[in-house]
C-alpha cells in the first residue's frame, strides 16, 4: 500500500463506500474518514478488508494521510453539513489543495463556497454523482463544475471510476461541465429530469392498471418489449423487473402492496424554483414534482374520495393499438421533458455565464446515471449538428417524431380524462407543445387585466412603446 493516499474521503454512508471500493478497484490508495468513527472501523474488517484503503478517525489524521496537492472529497448530507465539515477541514489544507463536494448540493452554495474557499488559497469543485449505490460501485456518471485548474488533479481518477460508453465502451461518462456551481447545476436539471421521467412511466403503468386492468406481470411485459426499441433506458428497465416481483411476505405482486406516497429530497423543489427564477417554462418538470406532493396527501385524497367519490373509469380492451398509443405518447412526452431541461440549462449558462457544451452534457447521462437511455444518442447528435440550437423540439429528428405521435398523445390524455385519471405529466407535456408552437396566446388578456388593477402598461402590436389606459373611465 502506498504510504500516502491519493484522495480523501469524508462520509461513509452507502454512496461514500460504494465509491471507496471503485476508487481502490482502479488502482487508487483512498484515506476516509467519517464522523462516527466505529463506521470506519467496520468498514474496513469489511469489505474495505486489504484494498489500499487508509482508515483515519480524525480530520487531522485524513489530511495528514493525502500527498499533495491533497484531494479531500466529501460526501456528507447537503446544506449546513457540508458548511461545516468545510469549516473544520479548511484549516488543516494547504494553498493549492482541494476540497470536492460530491452530494446533492444546491448549485448557489457550491458558488458560495467556491468563492469562499478560493480566498483562503483552496480550490473547490461540486460534482454531481449518479447512478445510486449501483452507480457508485460500478461506475456513475460524474459532472465536476468548480476551481478549473481543480480538473486536472481529479480527472484521471474521476474518469477512471466513471461508467464507460461508445462503441468500445472507453468513452467515460464524465467531464468538466464549468465554473462555480455548473457541475451541480447539472446534477440538479438532471434530477429534475428524472422526476419528470418517472412520473411518465408511473402514469403509464397507472393507465396500464386502472384503465385496462392489466396485471403487474402483463404490464412488465410491455415495458421489457418497450426497452427493446427507442424507449430502451434503465428506469423503463427497472420498471418491467419491479413489475414482476413478489412479495415474499404475501405472495403478491409487490407493486399493489407499496403505499402511493413518493418521496422527495428537494432537488426536483429546486429546478422548479430556479425554472421560475429564471423565467423558463418547465411544466412536465413542474408537475411531477407538484404530482409527488399530491401523493403525500393520502389521508386528504382518502377524505375526498369518500366525500366526492372516485371517478369510475371506462374499461378499455387491451390492444395492441392502444398500447401502441400509450408507447407513442410516452416517447413524445419524454422528448417534451428532455426540451424542457436542456432550456433551463441554456438560460443558466447565459445567466450566470457557463459554456455548456449540450451535446457533450447529453453524454454524460448515457451511462452511470439514472436517467441513462438510448435516446440521449438522439440528443447529443442533434446538438452537434445544430450548436446553436434553441430548443431541442426543432432539430428535425424530435419534431417529426413529435408531429407523427401527437395524436396518440391526445389519444391517451381525452381517455385518460374522460375516466377521471389524473395525467399530470403528460397532460402538460402536450400543452407545452401546444403553447410553443402557437402564434398568439391568451397573455394579452393577462395584461390587460394587469393595466386595469395596477397601472402595468402593456405593449401593441401596431406600433412601438409601452402604453396604459384609464379603463375605468
Given at each position: 500500500?502506498?504510504?500516502k493516499a491519493d484522495i480523501g474521503?469524508i462520509g461513509l454512508?452507502?454512496?461514500?463506500?460504494?465509491?471507496?471500493?471503485n476508487?481502490?478497484d482502479h488502482g487508487f490508495a483512498v484515506a476516509v474518514?467519517?464522523?462516527?468513527?466505529?463506521?470506519?472501523d467496520?468498514?474496513?474488517?469489511?469489505?474495505a478488508k486489504?484494498k489500499?484503503?487508509?482508515?483515519?478517525?480524525?480530520i487531522?489524521e485524513l489530511v495528514?494521510?493525502l500527498?499533495?496537492?491533497?484531494?479531500?472529497m466529501?460526501?456528507?448530507?447537503a446544506?449546513s453539513?457540508v458548511?461545516?465539515?468545510?469549516e473544520?477541514?479548511?484549516?488543516?489544507?494547504?494553498?493549492?489543495?482541494?476540497?470536492?463536494?460530491?452530494?446533492n448540493s444546491f448549485?448557489k452554495?457550491?458558488?458560495?463556497?467556491q468563492?469562499?474557499?478560493?480566498?483562503?488559497?483552496?480550490r473547490?469543485i461540486?460534482?454531481g454523482?449518479?447512478?445510486?449505490e449501483?452507480?457508485a460501485r460500478?461506475?456513475?456518471?460524474?459532472?465536476?463544475?468548480?476551481s478549473?485548474?481543480a480538473?486536472?488533479?481529479?480527472?484521471?481518477?474521476?474518469?477512471?471510476?466513471?461508467a464507460?460508453?461508445?462503441?468500445n465502451n472507453?468513452?467515460?461518462c464524465c467531464?468538466?461541465v464549468?465554473?462555480d456551481?455548473?457541475?451541480?447545476?447539472?446534477?440538479?436539471?438532471?434530477?429534475?429530469?428524472e422526476?419528470?421521467?418517472m412520473?411518465l412511466?408511473?402514469?403509464?403503468?397507472?393507465l396500464?392498471k386502472?384503465?385496462?386492468?392489466?396485471k403487474?406481470d402483463?404490464?412488465?411485459s410491455?415495458?421489457?418489449e418497450?426497452?427493446q426499441g427507442?424507449?430502451?433506458?434503465?428506469l423503463?428497465?427497472?420498471?418491467?423487473e419491479i413489475?414482476?416481483k413478489?412479495d415474499?411476505?404475501t405472495g403478491?405482486?409487490?407493486i399493489?402492496?407499496i403505499l402511493?406516497?413518493?418521496?422527495?429530497k428537494?432537488?426536483?423543489?429546486?429546478t422548479?424554483?430556479t425554472?421560475?427564477?429564471?423565467?423558463?417554462?418547465?411544466?412536465?418538470?413542474m408537475?411531477?414534482?407538484?404530482a409527488?406532493a399530491m401523493?403525500?396527501?393520502?389521508?386528504d385524497?382518502?377524505a375526498?374520495?369518500k366525500?366526492?367519490?372516485?371517478?369510475q373509469?371506462?374499461?378499455?380492451?387491451v390492444?395492441?393499438?392502444?398500447?401502441?398509443?400509450?408507447h407513442?405518447?410516452?416517447y413524445a412526452a419524454?422528448?417534451?421533458c428532455?426540451?424542457q431541461?436542456f432550456?433551463l440549462?441554456?438560460?443558466?449558462?447565459?445567466?450566470?455565464?457557463w459554456?455548456?457544451?449540450?451535446?457533450?452534457?447529453?453524454?454524460?447521462?448515457r451511462?452511470?446515471?439514472?436517467?441513462?437511455a438510448?435516446?440521449?444518442e438522439?440528443i447529443?447528435?442533434a446538438?452537434?449538428?445544430?450548436?446553436?440550437l434553441t430548443?431541442?423540439i426543432q432539430?428535425p429528428?424530435?419534431?417529426?417524431?413529435?408531429?407523427?405521435a401527437?395524436?396518440?398523445?391526445?389519444?391517451v390524455?381525452?381517455?385518460?380524462?374522460?375516466s377521471?385519471?389524473?395525467?399530470?405529466?403528460f397532460s402538460s407535456?402536450?400543452?407545452?407543445?401546444d403553447?410553443?408552437?402557437?402564434e398568439?396566446?391568451p397573455a394579452?388578456?393577462?395584461?390587460?387585466?394587469?393595466?386595469?388593477?395596477?397601472?402595468h402598461?402593456?405593449?401593441r402590436?401596431?406600433?412601438e412603446g409601452?402604453?396604459?389606459?384609464e379603463?375605468?373611465?
Open positions: 500500500m502506498k504510504n474521503l454512508a452507502v454512496m461514500g463506500q460504494n465509491l471507496v471500493l476508487m481502490a474518514y467519517n464522523r462516527t468513527t466505529e463506521k470506519v467496520e468498514f474496513l474488517a469489511g469489505e486489504g489500499p484503503i487508509i482508515g483515519a478517525h480524525s487531522q495528514a494521510s500527498q499533495t496537492p491533497r484531494r479531500v466529501l460526501m456528507v448530507k446544506g453539513a458548511d461545516a465539515v468545510i473544520e477541514l479548511s484549516p488543516l489544507l494547504e494553498k493549492g489543495d482541494i476540497v470536492i463536494d460530491g452530494g448549485f452554495d457550491t458558488i458560495r463556497r468563492r469562499y474557499l478560493e480566498k483562503r488559497g483552496l473547490f461540486g460534482t454523482v449518479s447512478g445510486g449501483e452507480g460500478l461506475g456513475p456518471s460524474i459532472m465536476p463544475g468548480g478549473a485548474s480538473w486536472s488533479e481529479i480527472k484521471h481518477l474521476f474518469q477512471a471510476i466513471s464507460k460508453v461508445g462503441p472507453d468513452t467515460p467531464d468538466w464549468g465554473s456551481g455548473a457541475g451541480h447545476f447539472v446534477k440538479m436539471v438532471h434530477n429534475g429530469i422526476y419528470g421521467d412520473q412511466i408511473s402514469e403509464a403503468y397507472f396500464m386502472t384503465l385496462l386492468h392489466m403487474p402483463g404490464m412488465a410491455v415495458f421489457h418497450w426497452n427507442v424507449l430502451d433506458s434503465y423503463i428497465q427497472i420498471t418491467a413489475l414482476r413478489r415474499s411476505a403478491n405482486f409487490l399493489d402492496m402511493d406516497k413518493a418521496g422527495q428537494g432537488t426536483g423543489v429546486w422548479s424554483q425554472a421560475l427564477e429564471l423565467g423558463v417554462p418547465i411544466p412536465t418538470l408537475e411531477s414534482t407538484v409527488r401523493s403525500a396527501q393520502k389521508k385524497r382518502i375526498f374520495s366525500q366526492l367519490g372516485t371517478p373509469a371506462t374499461t378499455e380492451r390492444t395492441e393499438e392502444f398500447i401502441k398509443f400509450l407513442d405518447a410516452l419524454k422528448m417534451i428532455y426540451a431541461g432550456q440549462m441554456r438560460a443558466a449558462a447565459t445567466e450566470y455565464g459554456e455548456f457544451q449540450y451535446g457533450s452534457i447529453a453524454y454524460l447521462w451511462g452511470g446515471c439514472i436517467i441513462r438510448r435516446f440521449l438522439r447529443k447528435e446538438f452537434d449538428q445544430q450548436p446553436d430548443n431541442l432539430a429528428y424530435f419534431s417529426a417524431t413529435l408531429l407523427a401527437e395524436q396518440h398523445l391526445r389519444n390524455i381525452c381517455v385518460a380524462t374522460r377521471g385519471i389524473p395525467v399530470p405529466a407535456a402536450l400543452a407545452y407543445f403553447a410553443l408552437r402557437t398568439v396566446l394579452n388578456m393577462v395584461q390587460a387585466h394587469r393595466d386595469y388593477f395596477g397601472a402598461t402593456y405593449e402590436i401596431d406600433k409601452t402604453f396604459h389606459t379603463w375605468a373611465k
